[in-house]
């Protein structure tokens, strides 16, 4: 029989948007956690128990990234996020930023758009056992279209090779590439909804999936037992995202509360985006981003909004998962608890709430709602030890020197266990 592991004397953050709770013992057995007790309860003596003394110190349950480009590399514009490295060297960066995302107390990943299929990759990878990473939901290439629906030209699809984005010019295209990913691997399908104000083909207020286009590519991957996530900014594309039934929203900056209500209704998904647009618009200049070239973009609307309808979703319980953009050069990988921070600072949102869209949420959306994500009995062990409690402060997070140790599973993949000595009986 298997030793079993009791991590004695610590703060829990359970990961339920409460206060962490001090002067616990938590029991892991295999990969789950078997108990979570008072420190004075602990069963100190039971043999085939290994005790380790980790007072001081706060357990909270791995993060999981609902919004993942993970071989973005530092781009800058929408050429870049395809074009900037051939491919070979962009999923041998893609692995590195999947073993740092754990080490910093990710265990999970949701993709949102795979440059060449890399998520995929990666996920077998890491089911196989051939790399340690953090448990990935591998998302497909981006579905996108030339245009809005009115200025569509079939020429685009002729200059962006399909292995690194698919391009859709009909509704039976449309279907065969939805099919087509899911078939390779994907269990979330990547449309657009809406422009952006970065992109070459429409901005944010614009359409671009008409719909149609929507409700097909919706139907499609519901029908194959996928979801399907869309990139909605504007507000149309954010009504027509609800409208087809989609499981996630990216973005929302443009919802207006009829739509944050129906959202509700829906059990939708929102990933908001706040930390990215704000480092892009106080930054950008330091990256080659022309004052000029900042102001045309309407990020600051978008910014004002995202804040005023935070506290709304929050009120609603809309499921909130973090994850913005990382990969960009102003939002490099490996600094995503900047984005947890922002929400504190920025928002006004408690550090708790915040920690709770990043694991229970987090979790959730990974389609792990009941087994993973907040430090209870019977869930999975995927867990962060920190040098502090980010509860109280939410900075914690930021300093990789602060996650101590991070278990997949119940297994030690990030970190150095042996600093925490043997609890004496």
């Given at each position: 029989m298997s030793r079993k592991t009791l991590l004695h004397r610590v703060t829990v953050q359970e990961g339920l948007g409460l206060p962490s709770v001090p002067d616990r013992s938590v029991l892991l057995a295999g990969d789950r956690i078997e108990a979570?007790?008072?420190?004075?309860?602990?069963?100190?003596?039971?043999?085939?128990?290994?005790?380790?003394?980790?007072?001081?110190?706060?357990?909270?349950?791995?993060?999981?990234?609902?919004?993942?480009?993970?071989?973005?590399?530092?781009?800058?514009?929408?050429?870049?996020?395809?074009?900037?490295?051939?491919?070979?060297?962009?999923?041998?960066?893609?692995?590195?930023?999947?073993?740092?995302?754990?080490?910093?107390?990710?265990?999970?990943?949701?993709?949102?758009?795979?440059?060449?299929?890399?998520?995929m990759a990666l996920y077998r990878a890491v089911e196989s056992g051939r790399m340690i990473g953090p448990r990935i939901t591998p998302c497909s290439r981006d579905l996108m279209v030339s245009g809005p629906p009115e200025r569509r030209d079939g020429e685009v699809s002729k200059r962006i090779p399909t292995d690194l984005m698919r391009l859709v010019d009909t509704p039976e295209e449309l279907v065969d590439y939805v099919r087509t990913e899911v078939a390779e691997g994907a269990q979330v399908i990547?449309?657009?909804?809406?422009g952006d104000d970065t992109f070459?083909?429409?901005?944010?207020?614009?359409?671009?999936?008409?719909?149609?286009?929507?409700?097909?590519?919706?139907?499609?991957?519901?029908?194959?037992?996928?979801?399907?996530?869309?990139?909605?900014?504007?507000?149309?594309?954010?009504?027509?995202?609800?409208?087809?039934?989609?499981?996630?929203?990216?973005?929302?900056?443009?919802?207006?509360?009829?739509?944050?209500?129906?959202?509700?209704?829906?059990?939708?998904?929102?990933?908001?985006?706040?930390?990215?647009?704000?480092?892009?618009?106080?930054?950008?200049?330091?990256?080659?981003k022309t004052t000029d070239y900042l102001e045309s973009l309407e990020f600051e609307a978008e910014i004002e909004n995202t804040l005023r309808i935070l506290p709304l979703m929050v009120e609603l319980g809309i499921p909130i998962v973090a994850g913005d953009d990382f990969g960009f050069a102003w939002?490099?990988?490996?600094?995503?608890?900047?984005?947890?921070?922002?929400?504190?600072?920025?928002?006004?949102?408690?550090?708790?709430?915040?920690?709770?869209?990043a694991t229970a949420n987090g979790a959730a959306l990974a389609g792990r709602a009941d087994d993973a994500g907040t430090v209870q009995p019977g869930r999975l062990a995927d867990l962060v030890l920190t040098n502090g409690d980010p509860a109280q402060d939410i900075t914690v997070l930021t300093r990789p020197e602060a996650i101590e140790a991070v278990l997949l599973g119940g297994r030690v993949v990030a970190g150095d266990p042996t600093r925490y000595h043997p609890a004496a009986v």
């Open positions: 979570v007790l008072p420190a004075a309860q602990a069963p100190l003596s039971t043999p085939g128990i290994d005790v380790l003394d980790v007072s001081g110190r706060t357990v909270m349950p791995g993060m999981t990234l609902g919004h993942t480009h993970i071989a973005y590399q530092n781009v800058l514009d929408a050429r870049d996020m395809l074009y900037r490295y051939p491919v070979p060297e962009l999923t041998l960066r893609a692995a590195e930023n999947a073993r740092n995302l754990l080490a910093l107390g990710y265990t999970g990943f949701v993709g949102a758009g795979s440059v060449s299929g890399i998520d990547k449309v657009f909804s809406s070459p083909n429409a901005r944010s207020h614009e359409l671009l999936f008409s719909p149609e286009e929507l409700r097909i590519a919706a139907d499609t991957a519901h029908e194959l037992g996928v979801r399907i996530r869309a990139h909605s900014r504007g507000l149309d594309g954010i009504r027509n995202a609800i409208a087809a039934g989609v499981d996630i929203i990216d973005h929302a900056t443009y919802a207006d509360d009829a739509a944050l209500e129906a959202i509700a209704a829906q059990g939708i998904f929102v990933i908001p985006s706040l930390y990215q647009p704000h480092r892009l618009l106080t930054t950008g200049t330091e990256h080659g939002t490099p990988h490996g600094t995503y608890a900047e984005e947890l921070v922002a929400y504190v600072r920025m928002a006004g949102i408690p550090a708790p709430e915040v920690i709770r869209w």
